[in-house]
């Protein structure tokens, strides 16, 4: 039976940490390991996302229904991580609703539209991370997965340790932070897997 492991990373397709995802996926296909990653790029072009009126909040919940199903969350942390904002565009958490717009996930094109959430409530500890709010995506999916007290994941997108990436939400887990790469005997930069089995238990 394969693990369900939920991937958070940065998709900018210039200066993000795709290549990370992508090696993640072909060491998650192997017959050996059989783990199932669903990340974000998977969530924001399902069947959420084709809606032609899909919100940030709509993604958000989304987001937290994957980290919910999956067993642990590892999150891609790069050298544009942290200053990542895509995601906290929504006002209503401190504005009433006629105050409020948003502009529909891949609908720039055709401008803000009304907001849709007629009210609004404080999550209780044991609900989910709220999906009203101003965090980036990558700051909501980590929010979640501590909330759910899921296994956490955190691997730089370099051969070093790159402690002074990591965001600010990310406070405490300097010592939990590793390298996902490393040079091989050949002089080839490999993934590293080694953290990441331990911790899933292979």
């Not at 906290?88 to 009433?96: D, M, Q, T």
């Not at 999916?141 to 296994?151: D, L, Y």
């Not at 790469?181 to 490999?190: M, P, Q, R, S």
Request: hydrophobic content about 30%; charged content about 25%; glycine content about 6%.
């Amino acid at each position: 039976m394969s693990k369900q492991v939920y991937i958070s990373a940065d998709y900018d397709q210039l200066n993000g940490d795709k290549n990370v995802v992508e090696e993640l996926n072909k060491w998650g296909m192997d017959n050996l390991h059989k783990v199932d990653f669903i990340d974000m790029s998977k969530v924001s072009s399902g069947s959420v996302a084709n809606s032609d009126d899909c919100r940030i909040c709509d993604l958000k919940a989304e987001f937290n229904r994957q980290i919910n199903a999956s067993s642990a969350a590892i999150f891609v942390v790069g050298d544009m991580t942290a200053s990542r904002t895509a995601g906290n565009g929504c006002e209503r958490i401190s504005k009433e609703q006629w105050e409020c717009t948003c502009t529909p996930y891949k609908q720039n094109t055709n401008g803000a539209k009304a907001c849709t959430v007629s009210s609004v409530s404080k999550p209780s500890e044991n609900d989910d991370y709220g999906n009203i709010n101003k965090c980036s995506y990558l700051r909501h999916e980590f929010e979640q997965s501590q909330k759910k007290k899921k296994t956490i994941i955190i691997v730089y997108n370099s051969t070093r340790n790159e402690s002074n990436w990591l965001p600010t939400y990310m406070k405490g887990y300097e010592n939990d932070a590793k390298p996902f790469w490393k040079i091989d005997a050949n002089g080839k930069k490999v993934g590293d897997y080694s953290y990441i089995k331990e911790v899933l238990g292979f």
